[in-house]
């Protein structure tokens, strides 16, 4: 009997289904000044690629990968030789949905983690744009500049502004700004070497973080539970007050690592 084989494989032709592309994100700092990431899908290594306008974030996609896939990253160095496998596995959070990963840092296990909220006992009127304070994630803050006002920076007793270029990266934005300026903060902190630091952003230039002039970023060196600040700020949001939004961030300078800080808003004047 005549009949139709509706497996375009077996008549070797070419499926008319459309093809998955799965975009790969991963945050890293290379140990090597020529090196990358990559992410290994069932032993085969797919590289990744960063420019100026995204690095950190190392990015690639990829097609005729299944959404249910388990992938680990990996850093190469300038020979594409493997410097260093994760020595776990992550998959896509809805793999129904989903056509790209988080921005995932680098050997770093959670991107985001289920916290429940402190409960509202009134809700305020106008609660402020939460986009660069998640509760339930760290942020990245990377930024650049020539090595003499960041050396200047460094120093406590200095208060100076400089100018720098910005980026903020969570797991789903990466907020980029230039010309932004970066100084120290503070009067007691300063005895310590972990210093805090403020950026500013010029409205008149159309520089915000996400419509937010002035942040800040607190060295928590007298809390050592870093997490004072934080609970703070949410008790007084969960009352329905006005008040700043906080969160954490691991802040990277000309690729240097300066440690975990708390970012809240820094208000100086109406926005």
């Not at 002039?213 to 060196?221: A, E, G, H």
């Amino acid at each position: 009997p005549f009949f139709i084989n509706s497996n375009p494989r077996a008549l070797n032709l070419p499926s008319l289904l459309p093809i998955q592309l799965i975009t790969f994100n991963v945050i890293g700092y290379p140990s090597t000044s020529s090196g990358t990431f990559s992410v290994s899908i069932g032993g085969a290594v797919h590289p990744l690629a960063a420019t100026e306008d995204t690095f950190p974030v190392h990015t690639g996609a990829f097609a005729g990968i299944d959404t249910n896939v388990e992938y680990s990253c990996v850093e190469l160095n300038n020979a594409e030789s493997i410097v260093k496998t994760e020595d776990f596995s992550h998959e896509l959070q809805d793999p129904a949905k989903d056509k790209k990963t988080l921005n995932e840092f680098f050997e770093r296990h959670i991107t985001v983690r289920a916290l429940p909220k402190i409960p509202y006992t009134y809700m305020a009127l106008d609660p402020s744009n939460p986009r660069g304070f998640k509760h339930k994630q760290t942020a990245t803050i990377h930024i650049t500049a020539p090595p003499a006002p960041i050396d200047e920076t460094n120093n406590v007793y200095n208060s100076k502004g400089y100018k720098v270029d910005f980026r903020f990266i969570n797991s789903k934005a990466v907020h980029s700004q230039t010309n932004i300026t970066f100084n120290t903060v503070g009067k007691s902190s300063k005895e310590h070497q972990k210093q805090p630091f403020k950026f500013k952003f010029d409205t008149d230039y159309n520089q915000t973080f996400f419509h937010r002039p002035n942040i800040k970023l607190r060295s928590m060196v007298t809390d050592p539970i870093m997490m004072r600040e934080k609970l703070y700020l949410d008790m007084l949001n969960s009352a329905g007050i006005f008040t700043q939004q906080g969160a954490w961030v691991r802040l990277f300078v000309n690729n240097k690592i300066y440690g975990l800080y708390s970012i809240a808003d820094d208000i100086k004047k109406i926005f």
